[in-house]
T-cell receptor, first 117, second 115 residues
Framework: EADIYQTPRYLVIGTGKKITLECSQT?????MYWYQQDPGMELHLIHY???????EKGDLSSESTVSRIRTEHFPLTLESARPSHTSQYLC????????????????FGPGTRLTVT | AQSVTQPDIHITVSEGASLELRCNYS??????LFWYVQSPGQGLQLLLK??????LVQGIKGFEAEFKRSQSSFNLRKPSVHWSDAAEYFC?????????????FGKGTKLSVKP
């Protein structure tokens, strides 16, 4: 069983608030990801990181930002939450440095369901 | 353009019946292939994967998938569905040597199970 954690699991917050979604993994994986998923919908990659001090934007443009100061930690921040940010946010990790096909094998956290009122 | 297609948005099967979920991809070379399952309110769990070799792969929870190069398909099957299999299923591909090492996900198929 993969060990990747997300907090909070559920968050209801008012417009304009700053929020940080936490993601941590204990597998020593170098690569981490953030996906946005609307209910019953496909996953959209919004950020990823190859390791400490590396951050990249994904396929879907997002107003959120990420940081990677520690290997195990990959928080996502919204400076000013808006109702359009209401969604589920999934964090994942993989052992990219392993090379070969294993580098693509991603392990997911349980998700944070964010509602902005 | 490279893409992953899951033609069925929603499938309903009776408990105990067999199941097949379809997945097609369009890439020049054979990609690495994955199936994930997402229970309501949860993250994704890896069911199985295909890298090379035997085209029929076994996964967890009694699932299997068959890679067919001629059809660019990687369909997921289960001989007898249980009520606990009700979930969303995502096919994903990793284009060999491309996509910055990221997976490309299909839009998912929601499985409902009738008693």
């Amino acid at each position: 069983e993969a060990d990747i954690y997300q907090t909070p699991r559920y968050l209801v917050i008012g417009t304009g608030k700053k929020i940080t979604l936490e993601c941590s993994q204990t597998m020593g994986h170098d690569k981490m990801y953030w996906y946005q998923q609307d209910p019953g919908m496909e996953l959209h990659l919004i950020h990823y990181s190859y390791g400490v001090n590396s951050t990249e934007k994904g396929d879907l443009s997002s107003e959120s930002t990420v940081s990677r100061i520690r290997t195990e930690h990959f928080p996502l921040t919204l400076e000013s939450a808006r109702p359009s940010h209401t969604s589920q946010y999934l964090c994942a990790s993989s052992e990219y440095r392993a090379g070969g096909p294993t580098r693509y094998e991603q392990y997911f956290g349980p998700g944070t369901r964010l509602t902005v009122t | 353009a490279q893409s992953v297609t899951q033609p069925d948005i929603h499938i309903t099967v009776s408990e105990g019946a067999s199941l097949e979920l379809r997945c097609n991809y369009s890439y020049g070379a054979t990609p690495y292939l994955f199936w994930y399952v997402q229970s309501p309110g949860q993250g994704l769990q890896l069911l199985l994967k295909y890298f090379s070799g035997d085209t029929l792969v076994q996964g967890i929870k009694g699932f299997e998938a068959e890679f067919k190069r001629s059809q660019s398909s990687f369909n997921l099957r289960k001989p007898s569905v249980h009520w606990s299999d009700a979930a969303e299923y995502f096919c994903a591909v990793a284009p060999y040597g491309g996509s910055q090492g990221n997976l490309i996900f299909g839009k998912g198929t929601k499985l409902s199970v009738k008693p």
